[in-house]
């Protein structure tokens, strides 16, 4: 079965500062997909950054950048220059055959001023 | 503004009521999903529809009846629900079935079953 774990339930940061979230995952596939996703108060999924596993080179979106380490199966996510608008659930997720996306429990960033 | 458009917002229902959730994109988007959200947890993918046709059911419950009329609308018809069924019923669509059309997610339908 895949599984995706996230070990930090909460975070916090100060504004403009820099954070990292963790995720691992387990897989037997060699070409999948990694996403990290933030679920705001408005409940709405937004996609925040995306991985794919036959390339090498880490993905970056703005202030947003992964660390994929596949050999290891580690995706983390870090975030720099930290906003308050970046205060959310987020979602580390793995795709599995199919289109199915398994997700880790959450990490609950908190961004205080 | 989200894309991915799901009415009603919140929704109240009795066990023995019949109410359907409804999810619109107009992206051009052929593959559709519901997911289920419970408080604090990750989304459970419920059904995928893709090209109009179901492709995935989760092994849900037969009181959950999804439906894809065409490619921008999605319904989940509802009956006889249970009070764990309370949740977020997220809708989402991407231009295909495969990891490289990442998810849009509607902001979901808050539903309670008394």
């Known amino acids: 079965a895949q599984t995706v774990t996230q070990s930090q339930p909460e975070m916090s940061v100060q504004e403009a500062e820099t954070v990292t979230l963790s995720c691992t995952y387990d897989?037997?596939?060699?070409?999948?997909?990694l996403f990290w996703y933030k679920q705001p108060p408005s409940r709405q999924m937004i996609l925040v950054i995306r991985?794919?596993?036959?390339?090498?080179q880490n993905a970056t979106e703005n202030r947003f950048s992964v660390n994929f380490q596949k050999a290891a199966k580690s995706f983390s996510l870090k975030i720099s220059d930290s906003q308050l608008g970046d205060a959310a659930m987020y979602f580390c997720?793995?795709?599995?055959?199919?289109?199915?996306?398994?997700f880790g429990e959450g990490t609950q960033l908190t961004v205080n001023p | 503004d989200t894309e991915v458009t799901q009415t009603p917002k919140h929704l109240v229902m009795g066990m023995t009521n019949k109410k359907s959730l409804k999810c619109e994109q107009h992206?051009?988007?052929?593959?559709m999903y519901w997911y289920k959200q419970k408080a604090k947890k990750p989304p459970e993918l419920m059904f995928v529809?893709?090209?109009?046709?179901?492709?995935i059911n989760e092994s849900v419950p037969s009181r959950f009846s999804p439906e894809c009329p065409n490619s921008s609308l999605l319904n989940l018809h509802l009956h006889a629900l249970q009070p764990e069924d309370s949740a977020l019923y997220l809708c989402?669509?991407?231009?295909?079935?495969?990891?490289?059309?990442?998810?849009?997610f509607g902001n979901g339908t808050r539903l309670t079953v008394t």
């Open positions: 989402a669509s991407s231009p295909r079935d495969r990891g490289n059309s990442p998810l849009h």
């Open positions: 897989t037997s596939e060699s070409d999948y997909y």
């Open positions: 991985q794919e596993a036959y390339k090498q």
């Open positions: 997720a793995h795709e599995t055959s199919g289109s199915r996306l398994t």
């Open positions: 992206m051009g988007h052929r593959a």
């Open positions: 529809y893709s090209y109009e046709k179901l492709s």
